[in-house]
């Protein structure tokens, strides 16, 4: 079993930043592709950014030029970082990966943690 936990959330002022923290536990593993996706009060989940094992990095519209995902392979840790955030950021961000385990892909979520922008 594979466990993604997420570190870094909390409140900042507009224009302010902060790095969040998906670190994978378990039992052999690797992470494959991961992303993160948050959801607002009221709103459905939606996509943040997401990399690939390669490094390869996808946006959202939104977070373009203020976010970037990083991740770091030895650690089995995703990163995000988010600067110049918005009220409009505020939102519970949830780390999503695709883990490889023993010949098989399995999809694990974290638990959220809790961005909280104000203006």
């Known amino acids: 079993q594979v466990q993604l936990v997420e570190s870094g959330g909390g409140l900042v002022q507009a224009g302010g930043s902060l790095r969040l923290s998906c670190a994978a536990s378990?039992?052999?593993?690797?992470?494959?592709?991961a992303g993160w996706y948050r959801q607002a009060p009221g709103k459905q989940r939606e996509f943040v950014a997401a990399?690939?094992?390669?490094?390869?990095?996808n946006y959202a519209d939104s977070v373009k030029g203020r976010f970037t995902v990083s991740r770091d392979n030895a650690k089995n840790t995703v990163y995000l970082q988010m600067n110049s955030l918005k009220p409009e950021d505020t939102a519970v961000y949830y780390c999503?990966?695709?883990?490889?385990?023993?010949?098989?892909?399995?999809?694990?979520w974290g638990q959220g943690t809790q961005v909280t922008v104000s203006s």
């Open positions: 378990g039992s052999t593993f690797s992470i494959n592709d």
């Open positions: 990399i690939t094992r390669g490094g390869n990095t």
């Open positions: 999503n990966a695709l883990v490889l385990m023993r010949g098989y892909e399995y999809d694990y």
